[in-house]
């Protein structure tokens, strides 16, 4: 019964799972251009982005200097975004735009443009908003929380599982997994909220992305998750560990694309996830149930970690110069130096011979805690938008 029941989790992953695309969607140009000056009102706004998009609710809303909405509803060819424009007022016009990329990120932006003489005008506070990569300020937060419990919820759920399976069962191991379900469900309604505070807290925004790929892939790891609950009385920890990879498949889905290699993306990051799960999951199994054999299993999940993380980080930096020059750049800089740490506490053992002991939690805690640091860095580079 289990294995039908993962069969059917596998095939409906693999058939729903979306297309892959590029990274988030930027806006590159529009007309009228921001702070352009006309002789009179356009009968559009067109904004063009990097790639496809889906517009979020309306996708673009238009006030003019009275504050009434001009625009009607957006409509979407490929990476073009137009909304029709009705109005007749001289002044300040203020275009408030938001789009869901292919590969589920949320963008939006605001820019004004003015006809004649330049007005006040009761919306002009939403082009000062700042944004963090694509997102608001708060969306941008909440989307790497959710992740970050994302994340803690995969290594859990079958890192701690892959670790007894490597190692031995202990009974004190037992709950972990079902913690980790738990955040797994729990991680899915915070990314919804995210996704709408990234956006818009109204009903056609909510509606947009709940049928968008977005929603789709919300769906499928709440399945997931779901079915794992469910598989975790079985005596045998294959259909778990199966759905794991599932689970790191899904969230591949999501992932930043690599320019001109369609899949390599989500193959990378599905790998990177789930070594990561293992690793992670593996900290935590020995701090509670220490095992002599833990290190080749840690040295082996770490080792893939750093190969398929630092494949990503040539695929998605343009020139070195991508480091120092925009958020991603910086926040990966800082991965690496606490992953270089991280890999410090594992060689000068191995050089000495030296073998995790039960007595050594201290040092066991110490390596789960950089662990889960790095993990939260992780969470904020997917929610950045890389530079290529």
């Not at 009761?122 to 000062?128: E, I, R």
């Not at 201290?362 to 860095?377: D, P, T, Y």
Request: without cysteine.
């Amino acid at each position: 019964m289990g294995r039908r029941l993962l069969v059917v989790g596998l095939a409906l992953a693999l058939a729903l799972a979306p297309r892959t695309a590029l990274a988030h969607a930027v806006l590159f140009g529009s007309d009228p251009s921001p702070d352009s000056v006309l002789v009179a009102p356009p009968a559009s706004v067109t904004l063009t982005f990097s790639e496809t998009v889906i517009p979020a609710g309306k996708g673009i809303t238009v006030f003019s200097p009275s504050g009434r909405q001009v625009a009607g509803p957006g409509r979407v060819e490929g990476h073009v975004l137009t909304a029709p424009i009705s109005a007749t007022e001289t002044g300040t016009y203020v275009v408030i735009w938001q789009a869901l990329a292919a590969d589920t990120h949320p963008s939006r932006g605001a820019f004004r443009f003015v006809v004649g003489q330049p007005s006040a005008n009761p919306y002009l506070a939403a082009v000062s908003g700042g944004e963090i990569g694509t997102a608001t300020p708060l969306g941008f937060v909440l989307q790497a929380l959710a992740r970050w419990i994302h994340f803690i919820g995969m290594a859990l759920a079958f890192g701690i599982i892959a670790y007894q399976v490597l190692t031995r069962p202990a009974p004190r191991l037992r709950r972990l997994p079902l913690a980790g379900v738990a955040l797994l469900i729990a991680a899915e309604p915070l990314a919804l909220i995210a996704q709408l505070a990234s956006l818009s807290f109204d009903g056609d925004t909510a509606i947009a992305v709940l049928a968008s790929p977005f929603g789709r892939l919300l769906g499928l790891r709440l399945g997931v998750a779901l079915l794992v609950w469910a598989l975790l009385a079985l005596e045998s920890p294959w259909p778990v560990l199966a759905l794991g990879g599932v689970m790191a498949l899904i969230d591949g889905a999501s992932a930043h694309a690599i320019p001109g290699l369609p899949g390599a993306g989500l193959s990378l990051d599905a790998l990177h996830v789930a070594a990561m799960a293992i690793w992670v999951g593996g900290l935590a199994g020995f701090l509670f149930a220490p095992d002599g054999r833990f290190r080749p299993y840690a040295i082996g999940g770490f080792a893939v970690a750093i190969g398929s993380g630092l494949l990503l980080a040539l695929a998605h930096l343009g020139s070195p110069s991508d480091l120092v020059s925009n958020a991603y750049g910086w926040t990966l800089l800082i991965k690496a130096a606490i992953v270089a740490i991280a890999l410090a506490s594992f060689s000068l053992p191995l050089l000495r011979r030296y073998f995790p002991s039960p007595s050594g939690g201290g040092q066991g805690g110490g390596r789960l805690g950089v662990a889960g640091i790095i993990l939260v860095l992780a969470a904020v580079l997917i929610s950045l938008p890389p530079p290529r």
